[in-house]
């Protein structure tokens, strides 16, 4: 994991914005191809918050089998069906596949959308076994562009969830966006909402050292904001770190 800033302390300035409609923050141009200011946003969490130790997981494969069972729900119900995976033995590719799809449905029934999920992680190990003659190891010496695009392609995988898996697991320099990310970056008058997954991660991936250790720290740290300050309702700004880059107090923050 990155343990020191990149730079030694943040700025207070950000990009300039307008108000738009009922007091909300806009830009009044597209976002921007990168965002120098990304670096300082970073250093003022770590400084906070420190390291993270983001993604949980004991093994590489835990790690793809949990970004598949988050899809849609929390963290918590998505352990707690690794927890029943990890006790019925079928964490690894092999023990999956050949497991009875009934069964595995309901051991992961906690995580929700669990007939589907379970449809995806089957389609996971078969790609494996497929693709990767079943070798994790294998499968993460591809390319980055290229296994991304082979991640893609399998069922029930999108943007997030490869890019959590080529991060987390495989150690590949690709940046993850989520609804956090999303929600910050909006709230500070960098984006307008409507950019696509790409253009976010663009953002992020051309305004950094490419580095995956540092994608996996600043993620985990946006996770740790959006989840405890950067709420949707009722967001903490005046106790958040970003507080600084912020051009105002959001409406209803405390």
């Known amino acids: 994991m990155s343990t020191s800033p990149i730079f030694p302390a943040p700025p207070s300035a950000t ?13 009044a141009t597209p976002a921007p191809a990168s965002l120098p200011v990304l670096p300082q946003y970073y250093d003022a969490l770590f400084q906070a918050h420190g390291e993270q130790q983001w993604w949980p997981g004991q093994t590489p494969f835990e790690v ?3 970004a598949i069972l988050v899809q849609n ?14 006790r019925a033995k079928l964490l690894t590719p092999s023990a999956l596949e050949k497991a009875p799809q009934v069964k595995l449905t309901r051991l992961i029934r906690s995580s929700g959308y669990f007939r589907q999920k379970a449809r995806k992680l089957k389609a996971f190990v078969n790609f494996l076994r497929t693709e990767h003659r079943g070798s994790l190891a294998g499968m993460f010496r591809t390319p980055t562009a290229k296994l991304r695009m082979q991640l893609l392609g399998v069922h029930g995988i999108g943007p997030e969830t490869a890019d959590s898996i080529l ?17 910050i970056l909006q709230r500070h008058g960098h984006t307008t909402g409507k950019e ?21 720290e600043f993620h985990a740290l ?11 309702r009722a967001p903490l700004c005046s106790q958040c770190s970003l507080r600084l880059f912020l051009p105002q107090p959001v409406e209803g923050s405390q």
């Open 15 to 27: 990009a300039p914005i307008r108000q738009s409609g009922r007091g909300r923050q806009s830009r």
């Open 64 to 66: 793809i089998v949990g």
């Open 222 to 232: 946006i996770v740790n904001t959006g989840k405890n300050f950067c709420r949707a």
């Open 167 to 183: 991060l987390y697991a495989g150690n590949h320099p690709v940046f993850v966006v989520d609804a956090y990310t999303r929600r």
């Open 73 to 86: 729900t929390n963290w918590q119900n998505a352990a707690r069906a690794i927890a029943n995976l990890h």
């Open 196 to 216: 696509s997954y790409e253009e976010i991660r663009g953002l992020f991936e051309k305004s950094l050292p490419n580095d995956p250790q540092l994608f996996n």
